[in-house]
């Protein structure tokens, strides 16, 4: 069984968000982080090693650094700094929705201006 921390217990996972404030800044930045555990060990997993499980295998072609890039093109296309993302590896910050879908995080300013916010993007 696969589970991530999550800000609400009762759906199995849990996801943390860590807001980060910086004194005297014209834009308060915040940070989200997210983190996939298996249950059976306590591992924190990587997509790559996630679409390895058997939950997700079937899926696998979803959860490369390619497929990551189209999912944020297709989302925030038109609020990044470039209509080409570059990415030159999938980002560390993953989570589990309530319907196990798998998101992936990308931070304030990484990819786009301070208006766009944290990119979340959905892989299923």
Do not use: C, M
């Amino acid at each position: 069984r696969i589970t991530n921390l999550y800000t609400h217990s009762w759906r199995r996972h849990l996801r943390p968000a860590s807001p980060t404030y910086l004194q005297f800044a014209a834009h308060p930045i915040s940070w989200e982080y997210g983190q996939i555990y298996r249950l059976s060990d306590g591992k924190s997993l990587s997509l790559e090693e996630l679409a390895k499980e058997p939950e997700f295998s079937q899926h696998a072609d979803r959860y490369t650094l390619r497929s990551v890039i189209r999912a944020i093109e297709r989302d925030y296309g038109n609020l990044l700094y470039s209509r080409v993302v570059k990415l030159e590896e999938i980002p560390k910050d993953i989570y589990l929705d309530e319907n196990k879908h798998i998101h992936v995080i990308v931070q304030t300013y990484v990819l786009a201006p301070y208006a766009t916010g944290t990119i979340d993007v959905d892989l299923d």
